[in-house]
């Protein structure tokens, strides 16, 4: 594991970038600069939260019953799903989501240019990735830390033989109520409904969650917006190289997580950007594949 000292004397930059112990122990990068702000632990290369200059509440929601502990991924900002999304695929007992949520992953490089942050996190096959998954890998997520938000999340198989990965941002977005917050961009769109035995439907008009929501959108657009009234703000969420948005917001069912406030669901949604089910990708020996985001918060006031 490379020690606070290490990551402060090889990457920081100013008083913009720096390492700093989180809850735990758990290594975090602080960024601070002209254009924002954003926190992201090595745990699991994992963005808790965000701000461009000017936004009063961050663009994430993160749990206060967070748990800060090896073998549990953190509620909310933005987990990484990988190499699975959902349930183990091969029905084993693996862990539900992968296990890059759940690893320390390594700081590979981290510039400062005009005030915008990119930061490289980097996470590679070992003997105990090999516990859960056979396969020798290369992954690296690029996040630029500017007036927007930007990750990339590049696969590569460094094996011989090709690979099958499914994937997710798994996106926490903090919303003032959830009863005034809307998806757009979905409407005609089919999705496979988890609360209904992953039966297909299509999407008619926009999303307003109003009771538990699970659902993987098929062939999902390049863009959507979520519009949260009560914060008066739209956020634009535009995407390439991944096949489906997935929508997700517990309910009532929050209070059977023992990470997460019983009503905390009226205060974020999860709109994330994966290739899951059908929608896997097979990466063939020595090949890649990139996922990115970008988001952009704006004032709805402000809007014509
Ligand atoms: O509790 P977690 O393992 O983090 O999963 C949280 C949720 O993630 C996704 O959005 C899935 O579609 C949901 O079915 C799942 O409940």
Known sequence: MQDLETLNRLFAKEAKVC???????????EVSTKKASATIALYGGQILSYKSNGMEHDLFYLSDKAIYQQGKAIRG?????????????????RQAHGFAR????NVLDCQLHDDIAEITLGLESTATSKQWWPSEFRLRKKIVIGDQLDISLT????????????KALHT?????????TTVVGLDG?????????FSK????????????????????????????QSLSRKIDIEQSGA????????????????????????????VETANALANSVIIASGASHQMQVKYNVSSTASSP
Not at 77 to 93: A, I, K, M
Not at 155 to 166: D, K, V
Not at 201 to 228: C, K, M, N, W
């Open 19 to 29: 390492f700093v112990e989180g809850q735990t122990g758990m290594p975090i990068i």
């Open 189 to 197: 769109v089919d999705y496979l409904d988890k609360t209904l035995d």
């Open 155 to 166: 696969t590569e198989n460094r094996g011989e033989i090709p690979f099958s990965i499914s």
């Open 172 to 180: 926490y977005f903090l919303v003032g109520e959830i009863s005034q």
């Open 77 to 93: 900002g933005v987990p990484v799903c990988w190499p699975w999304f959902g349930e183990d695929p091969s029905n084993l007992g």
């Open 102 to 105: 759940n690893l320390l992953w």
């Open 243 to 270: 096949d489906n948005i997935v929508v997700w917001n517990p309910w009532t069912r929050a209070s059977l997580l023992n990470d997460m406030n019983a009503d905390d669901y009226g205060h974020f949604i999860c």
């Open 201 to 228: 439907h299509t999407q008619v008009g926009d999303i307003t969650p109003f009771a538990e929501t699970d659902r993987v959108y098929l062939e999902s657009p390049a863009h959507v917006q979520i519009i949260d």
